[in-house]
């Protein structure tokens, strides 16, 4: 059983159109965090959300965290090739100090 | 300033050998984690470093075991390999300041068994 359940898994759309990406669990994080990874490499950081509620803005991309802090979403404005990629998020639990990653969600942006 | 770095980038070994991966975190971070992520299950974590000390750690059998050592690099060792343990194995480093620390990632080792 998936503790972080990402969705969709797969996703392919035209440069230009708006998407967005769901992280859903039933427990409470401290924090949540999206990554995007390339192939071959490592996940980088795209950015952390801590307060239920908040949301940050990264250019075209919008985060936002649950009021409970159980979910998130990663929306796209204008998609572009550019964006093509593996995005995680993953949650902390409170404590733990350890992050537990949803499956992914392999993007990809045709031109 | 660098990042986290890893050794090596590829390995090879057959069922039963050992492996021996490394990390360095980035400089001033106490705090290294070790994730697998095999072909389509996404990352799963496997120990947490911190202080030299280890603070927890995932649902992985004994043999996966690792240590930090006095300058925060880190060493995970996989004894008696077997061919699910091929993935690419991550490392990740923080500076330890709490559960909402966040954590930079290296480029990984690929380790395949045969």
């Known amino acids: 059983t998936q503790l972080l359940e990402q969705s969709p898994q797969f996703l392919s759309i035209q440069e230009g159109e708006n998407l967005t990406v769901y992280c859903n669990s039933s427990s409470v994080f401290s924090s949540l965090q999206w990554y995007r990874q390339e192939p071959g490499e490592g996940p980088v950081l795209l950015v952390t959300v801590v307060t239920g509620g908040e949301v940050k803005k990264l250019k075209r991309l919008t985060f936002q965290f649950g009021d409970a802090r159980k979910d998130s979403s990663l929306h796209i404005t204008a998609a572009q090739p550019g964006d093509t990629g593996l995005y995680l998020c993953?949650?902390?639990?409170?404590?733990?100090?350890?992050?537990?990653f949803g499956q992914g969600t392999r993007l990809t942006i045709n031109p | 300033e660098a990042g986290v770095t890893q050794s090596p980038t590829h390995l090879i070994k057959t069922r039963g050998q050992q492996a021996t991966l490394r990390c360095s975190p980035i400089?001033?971070?106490?705090?290294v984690y070790w994730y697998q992520q095999a072909l389509g299950l996404g990352l799963q974590f496997l120990l947490w470093?911190?202080?030299?000390?280890?603070?927890n750690r995932g649902n992985f059998p004994p043999r996966f075991s690792g240590r930090q050592f006095p300058n925060y690099s880190s060493e995970l060792n996989v004894n008696a390999l077997e061919l699910e343990d091929s993935a690419l194995y991550l490392c990740?480093?923080?500076?330890?300041?709490?559960?909402?620390?966040?954590?930079?990632f290296g480029p990984g080792t690929r380790l395949t068994v045969l």
């Open positions: 400089s001033g971070h106490t705090s």
């Open positions: 470093y911190d202080e030299g000390e280890e603070r």
């Open positions: 993953a949650g902390a639990l409170g404590g733990a100090q350890k992050l537990v």
């Open positions: 990740a480093s923080s500076s330890g300041q709490g559960a909402t620390d966040t954590q930079y």
